[in-house]
Protein backbone atom coordinates (compact mmCIF):
# COMPACT_ATOMS: atom_id res chain seq x y z
CA UNK A 1 0.00 0.00 0.00
CA UNK A 2 1.52 3.44 -0.70
CA UNK A 3 1.34 5.95 1.86
CA UNK A 4 -0.93 7.96 0.55
CA UNK A 5 -3.60 5.00 0.16
CA UNK A 6 -2.38 4.11 3.45
CA UNK A 7 -2.79 7.83 4.94
CA UNK A 8 -6.79 7.26 3.16
CA UNK A 9 -7.31 3.77 5.04
CA UNK A 10 -5.94 5.41 8.33
CA UNK A 11 -8.88 8.46 7.97
CA UNK A 12 -11.69 6.04 7.25
CA UNK A 13 -10.89 3.46 9.90
CA UNK A 14 -10.11 6.30 12.38
CA UNK A 15 -13.60 7.52 10.95
CA UNK A 16 -15.33 4.56 11.36
CA UNK A 17 -13.76 3.61 15.35
CA UNK A 18 -15.39 6.69 15.91
CA UNK A 19 -18.86 5.99 14.95
CA UNK A 20 -17.97 2.42 16.67
CA UNK A 21 -16.72 3.82 20.08
CA UNK A 22 -20.51 6.36 20.43
CA UNK A 23 -22.52 3.36 19.17
CA UNK A 24 -20.85 1.16 22.48
CA UNK A 25 -21.14 4.29 24.22
CA UNK A 26 -25.00 4.55 23.17
CA UNK A 27 -25.27 0.79 23.60
CA UNK A 28 -24.00 0.59 27.51
CA UNK A 29 -25.98 3.35 28.63
CA UNK A 30 -29.21 2.70 26.40
CA UNK A 31 -31.52 4.19 29.35
CA UNK A 32 -29.85 7.28 29.35
CA UNK A 33 -30.29 8.16 25.91
CA UNK A 34 -33.67 6.93 25.22
CA UNK A 35 -34.11 9.37 28.17
CA UNK A 36 -32.87 12.22 26.75
CA UNK A 37 -34.31 11.30 23.15
CA UNK A 38 -37.67 10.81 24.69
CA UNK A 39 -37.14 14.28 26.45
CA UNK A 40 -36.25 16.06 23.59
CA UNK A 41 -38.85 18.36 21.75
CA UNK A 42 -37.61 17.49 18.16
CA UNK A 43 -34.99 15.42 16.42
CA UNK A 44 -32.25 18.32 16.31
CA UNK A 45 -32.58 19.00 20.12
CA UNK A 46 -32.29 14.98 20.81
CA UNK A 47 -28.99 14.56 18.40
CA UNK A 48 -27.67 17.77 20.39
CA UNK A 49 -29.05 16.09 23.63
CA UNK A 50 -26.93 12.70 22.70
CA UNK A 51 -24.10 14.08 21.79
CA UNK A 52 -23.65 16.14 25.43
CA UNK A 53 -24.45 12.85 26.90
CA UNK A 54 -22.05 10.85 24.80
CA UNK A 55 -19.65 13.73 24.81
CA UNK A 56 -19.60 13.17 21.34
CA UNK A 57 -19.33 15.61 17.86
CA UNK A 58 -23.28 16.71 16.87
CA UNK A 59 -22.81 14.17 13.88
CA UNK A 60 -22.37 11.29 16.17
CA UNK A 61 -25.55 12.02 18.10
CA UNK A 62 -27.53 11.89 15.06
CA UNK A 63 -25.80 8.87 14.21
CA UNK A 64 -27.20 7.31 17.89
CA UNK A 65 -30.49 8.64 16.94
CA UNK A 66 -30.95 6.85 13.64
CA UNK A 67 -30.01 3.77 15.14
CA UNK A 68 -32.84 0.68 15.02
CA UNK A 69 -33.50 -0.34 18.21
CA UNK A 70 -32.39 -3.57 17.56
CA UNK A 71 -29.08 -2.28 18.12
CA UNK A 72 -29.55 -2.92 21.88
CA UNK A 73 -29.75 -6.59 21.43
CA UNK A 74 -27.02 -8.53 23.18
CA UNK A 75 -25.67 -10.08 20.23
CA UNK A 76 -25.58 -6.31 18.36
CA UNK A 77 -23.76 -4.95 21.20
CA UNK A 78 -21.56 -8.21 21.27
CA UNK A 79 -20.92 -7.46 17.32
CA UNK A 80 -20.01 -3.74 17.56
CA UNK A 81 -17.90 -4.40 20.23
CA UNK A 82 -15.74 -7.04 18.52
CA UNK A 83 -16.03 -4.53 15.23
CA UNK A 84 -14.99 -1.67 17.56
CA UNK A 85 -11.60 -4.16 18.58
CA UNK A 86 -10.93 -4.93 15.20
CA UNK A 87 -11.19 -1.49 13.55
CA UNK A 88 -8.54 -0.21 16.31
CA UNK A 89 -6.30 -2.71 15.92
CA UNK A 90 -6.21 -1.90 12.07
CA UNK A 91 -5.92 1.75 12.65
CA UNK A 92 -2.86 0.58 15.16
CA UNK A 93 -1.72 -1.24 12.48
CA UNK A 94 -1.74 1.43 9.85
CA UNK A 95 -0.35 4.18 12.12
CA UNK A 96 2.80 1.71 12.88
CA UNK A 97 3.27 1.28 9.29
CA UNK A 98 3.22 4.94 8.39
CA UNK A 99 6.01 5.59 11.37
CA UNK A 100 3.51 6.25 14.58
CA UNK A 101 2.03 9.50 13.02
CA UNK A 102 -1.78 9.19 13.23
CA UNK A 103 -4.77 8.95 15.63
CA UNK A 104 -4.91 6.82 19.43
CA UNK A 105 -8.28 6.12 19.47
CA UNK A 106 -7.91 2.73 20.98
CA UNK A 107 -10.55 2.66 24.35
Known amino acids: M???ER?????LATNR???LDTVVQAQNRYAQVAEVIAAAPDSDAAAAAVADLLGVPPLLGRA???LSWRRLAADS???ALEDRDETAAYVRELTAESGGAGADRDR
Open 2 to 4: DPE
Open 7 to 11: REQLT
Open 17 to 19: LAV
Open 64 to 66: VCD
Open 77 to 79: RRQ
